[in-house]
């Protein structure tokens, strides 16, 4: 048995594993800096369109800029407690 | 650009460069994903992000409010144009000149009042702005104008948040004291033709001369309940 079979079997845990740690992170800080520039962008430069995209997509790209944070923090905690 | 930015928008900005500094040493060093990493990476990724989400949301609210903000689809340059013009007595210039509300005349007036009215604003709002980008952007002005109906009527509530008809001078006017029902019902609009003449009046047909109206009735409502057309 494999560190990573002690994982759930869900869809996003199985998504999760075949990714793997490190890359959930790249992809969150890629994420992340897309959607502080969005924001910084709006807060700039506050037309209705800027706005609109930092409360909409930024927020959103934001959120799953934590979520996939999160996610890599999830498979590492799993991965370590399956070690010992 | 704003010449000046609010406090929450120099949070959202220091709370960014923080964050994407983290972030972006990160992307270059690559350590191991240790405690320590992941306490940086929850400071860049959760914590600071979260300050330039809520310095950011409150900023684009505050621009909002603006009638520049308003004023930056073309559609609304006619209103805001009469708004801001120094010459006009339409009810919406005579309130802009008002440092009362300032450079959120719009914003003022057409609020919805209330607990939740500022969350049924901004999302009407951004209804608004959902209608430009689908089509509107490209509709003249003229167009716009002949088109444009406000969604629905706009509620004497709004006017009653300043003028509240509650003291001797506004009671002390037949018309006022007449009417009071059906203000109060919303079944005549102050910004009205008849009572204080629409708020944008410069596209609205005009008004029935006074001797249309019956004799001996100065108080008599005007039929049409409320300003159709923004």
Same mark, same amino acid.
């Given at each position: ?24 992170? $790249? ?36 959120? $799953? ?5 999160l996610s890599a923090v999830f ?10 | 650009m704003h010449s000046s930015l ?44 979260? @300050?330039?989400?809520?310095? @950011? ?11 520049t903000f308003c004023n930056s ?26 440092? #009362? ?22 999302? @009407? ?57 059906? #203000?109060?019902?919303? #079944? ?19 008004? &029935?001369?006074?001797?249309?109206? &019956? ?7 005007? &039929?049409? &309940? ?5």
């Amino acid at each position: 048995m494999t560190d990573l079979d002690a994982l759930p079997d869900g869809k996003i845990a199985q998504a999760a594993r075949r990714v793997g740690s490190q890359k959930l992170v $790249l992809a969150s800080c890629v994420l992340g800096l897309i959607a502080m520039a969005m924001m910084c962008w709006s807060v700039l430069d506050p037309r209705p369109f800027p706005v609109l995209v930092a409360m909409s997509a930024g927020q959103g790209i934001g959120t $799953l800029s934590l979520l996939c944070y999160l996610s890599a923090v999830f498979v590492e905690v799993w991965r370590l407690r399956n070690k010992r | 650009m704003h010449s000046s930015l609010p406090i929450s928008g120099v949070l959202a900005l220091a709370c960014s460069g923080i964050a994407s500094v983290i972030l972006i040493v990160y992307l270059i060093k690559r350590p191991a994903f240790s405690l320590g990493t992941k306490l940086w990476l929850f400071l860049g990724l959760c914590v600071l992000p979260l @300050g330039t989400a809520l310095g @950011g949301n409150a900023a684009g609210m505050e621009a909002s409010k603006q009638v520049t903000f308003c004023n930056s689809c073309h559609v609304m340059h006619a209103h805001a144009g009469d708004a801001l013009n120094l010459n006009s007595q339409s009810l919406a210039a005579r309130h802009t000149r008002n440092n #009362l509300f300032g450079g959120e005349s719009c914003y003022v007036c057409h609020a919805d009042y209330g607990m939740m009215g500022t969350v049924f604003t901004k999302l @009407g709002g951004m209804g608004h702005v959902y209608e430009y980008l689908k089509g509107y952007h490209a509709v003249s002005l003229e167009d716009f104008l002949a088109e444009i109906h406000l969604r629905k009527p706009m509620p004497n509530l709004n006017c009653q948040q300043c003028h509240s008809g509650k003291n001797k001078l506004w009671l002390g006017v037949p018309e006022h004291g007449a009417a009071q029902a059906e #203000l109060a019902l919303g #079944l005549i609009s102050c910004a009205s033709a008849g009572c204080h003449g629409y708020a944008h009046p410069f596209n609205k047909p005009p008004a &029935p001369p006074p001797s249309a109206a &019956p004799a001996g009735s100065p108080a008599e409502p005007p &039929p049409a &309940p409320t300003e159709a057309r923004p």
